[in-house]
């Protein structure tokens, strides 16, 4: 439990100045608990045997603190509950939170347990506001209607992108100013092809383990990720959420290299375009390379009247993990960043030269 001491006392410093000072609270009880002698509850089990690092990449803490969040959403324990924060008392109350949770660990263990079975799965409304200039930028070029096809879509709710409201304060606004969800995020540096005349006449996209929106407790499952405090994130994600619901979002179960090989060719009349946030790392390398081959035949086959594109927000590891935006347009298929982007779609830094 050393390594995971460790961990805990990481995220105590960590969580406040990233959004959370209520979990950073947490964290250093719970550090202090595990150098005591505390198992929590024998919560971490699964886990004896980790190194550090095995434990931050399999986000162990990550899944501990999405089941007390999903308990907490889900009123079951009233007194856990009202001990996380709300808007008028966004820091909560973590010194009754940790005698509630004490309790919670031993009376909810296979609850809990259950839920940290899974991995941690979120869907960022807000990236879309990074993956628009993106598309902006393939129909401007293009000047043909889009079809669009993503990859690791989670509950799908991004595949909505065109549908949304944008603020993007001194950076302008762009969409329907009627829309139900309406998304805050800053512009900085150049503008985009705001003015680029959009038409979306195809969506698509595929998950290996889809958020079913209809399940009320995948719904729940899906906010409890979200960090209690950071109401910037619940604003959008519930809307967004009713929106994808009534628009009737649908998401494959299926392997993205097969499924975007399948189901992407280009096609005449209309520009191709395959995208994905935050996504890519999470496939082992052979799928990576699996994608790339299908994505790049795809490309090879693209003709001036039937273009075809790869957009990526990823977080790039040669670039101190900053998140980056990246285009390949067919034909042709040189890549270019477009913009270096906040992970949670914060802001977008869009770049004055598009080459
Ligand atoms: C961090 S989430 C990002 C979800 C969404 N793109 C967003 O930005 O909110 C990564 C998603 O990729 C999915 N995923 C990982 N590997 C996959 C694969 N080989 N095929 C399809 N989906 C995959 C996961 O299930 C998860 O929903």
Redesign the pocket.
């Known amino acids: 439990m050393r390594e995971l001491t460790r961990i805990f006392r990481r995220y105590s410093r960590n969580f406040p100045t990233s959004g959370s000072p209520f979990y950073g609270a947490l964290a250093e009880r719970l550090a202090d608990a595990l150098e005591a002698g505390s198992e929590l509850g024998g919560l971490f089990a699964p886990w004896a045997d980790f190194d550090v690092a095995a434990l931050m990449d399999d986000n162990t803490v990550l899944r501990f603190y999405g089941a007390l969040h999903d308990l907490a959403l889900s009123g079951d324990e009233p007194a856990f509950t009202e001990s996380f924060p709300t808007r008028s008392r966004p820091v909560g109350d973590p010194p009754a939170a940790w005698v509630e949770l004490q309790r919670v660990l031993v009376e909810h263990h296979d609850r809990l347990a259950a839920f940290m079975s899974h991995?941690?799965?979120?869907?960022?409304?807000r990236?879309s506001a990074c993956l628009l200039g993106g598309f902006l930028t393939v129909a401007q070029e293009t000047k043909q209607p889009l079809r669009v096809f993503?990859?690791?879509?989670?509950?799908g709710?991004?595949q909505f992108w065109d549908r949304f409201h944008y603020d993007f304060g001194d950076g302008g606004a762009w969409g329907n100013p009627a829309s139900p969800v309406r998304i805050r995020s800053d512009w900085r540096g150049a503008a985009a092809p705001f003015e680029a005349p959009l038409q979306v006449i195809e969506r698509a996209a595929?998950?290996?383990?889809?958020?079913r929106l209809a399940d009320p407790l995948e719904r729940r499952r899906l906010m409890a990720y979200l960090w209690p405090g950071q109401f910037e994130r619940f604003d959008v994600i519930g809307p967004a959420i009713d929106a994808a619901r009534t628009w009737g979002a649908e998401v494959e179960v299926?392997?993205?290299?097969a499924?975007v090989a399948a189901t992407a060719a280009p096609m005449p009349g209309a520009a191709t375009v395959v995208y994905?946030?935050?996504?890519w790392h999470?496939?082992?390398p052979q799928?990576q390379a699996a994608?790339r081959v299908a994505i790049e035949a795809h490309g090879a086959a693209a003709t001036p009247d039937a273009p075809f594109a790869w957009l990526g927000?990823e977080s790039d590891p040669t670039e101190r993990y900053q998140t980056k935006l990246r285009l390949r347009l067919w034909p042709g298929g040189d890549e270019r960043t477009l913009a270096t982007v906040s992970g949670h779609g914060a802001w977008t830094e869009w770049r004055a030269a598009l080459t």
Request: charged share 20%; proline share 11%; net charge negative.
């Open positions: 991995e941690p799965q979120t869907n960022e409304v990236r993503e990859m690791g879509a989670s509950a709710l991004n595929c998950d290996r383990r889809p958020v299926a392997d993205a290299p499924w994905h946030s935050i996504f999470y496939m082992p799928s994608a927000m």
